[in-house]
């Protein structure tokens, strides 16, 4: 069974850094997509990024292009979102999420993937 454990979230303030870990478990990720998700308060959740896991072609979301950067690591199992110049309007829980065989058209819809963490909290005071 699939399992995905984020960690790294917390408290920081504006302009600061954070790097967000997902370790994930139960099978091999040959073909899967991994993403990043978040959800603000009183907000649909939204992607934020993608990595393929064989090939690590990586994609961030307008919004936070030259401020995060998606990797990740195959022989930890583990998917990582570096965060830097953090804004108060990053304020969220941040999900991690694995798709199979998604399409790169499909990347950013949440319901193509089928398994996600628990989240962690990003909170980034001004």
């Known amino acids: 069974q699939v399992q995905l454990v984020e960690s790294g979230g917390g408290l920081v303030q504006a302009g600061g850094s954070l790097r967000l870990s997902c370790a994930a478990s139960?099978?091999?990720?040959?073909?899967?997509?991994m993403g990043w998700f978040r959800q603000a308060p009183g907000k649909e959740r939204e992607y934020v990024a993608a990595i393929t896991w064989n090939f690590g072609f990586a994609y961030v979301v307008d919004s936070v292009k030259g401020r995060f950067t998606i990797s990740r690591d195959k022989a930890k199992s583990t998917v990582y979102l570096q965060m830097d110049s953090l804004e108060p309007e990053d304020t969220a829980v941040y999900y991690c999420?694995?798709?199979?065989?998604?399409?790169?058209?499909?990347?950013?819809?949440?319901?193509?993937?089928?398994?996600w963490g628990q989240g962690t909290q990003v909170t980034v005071s001004s």
């Open positions: 999420a694995a798709a199979y065989g998604l399409r790169r058209t499909d990347y950013g819809k949440r319901s193509e993937y089928g398994h």
């Open positions: 139960g099978r091999t990720f040959s073909d899967y997509v």
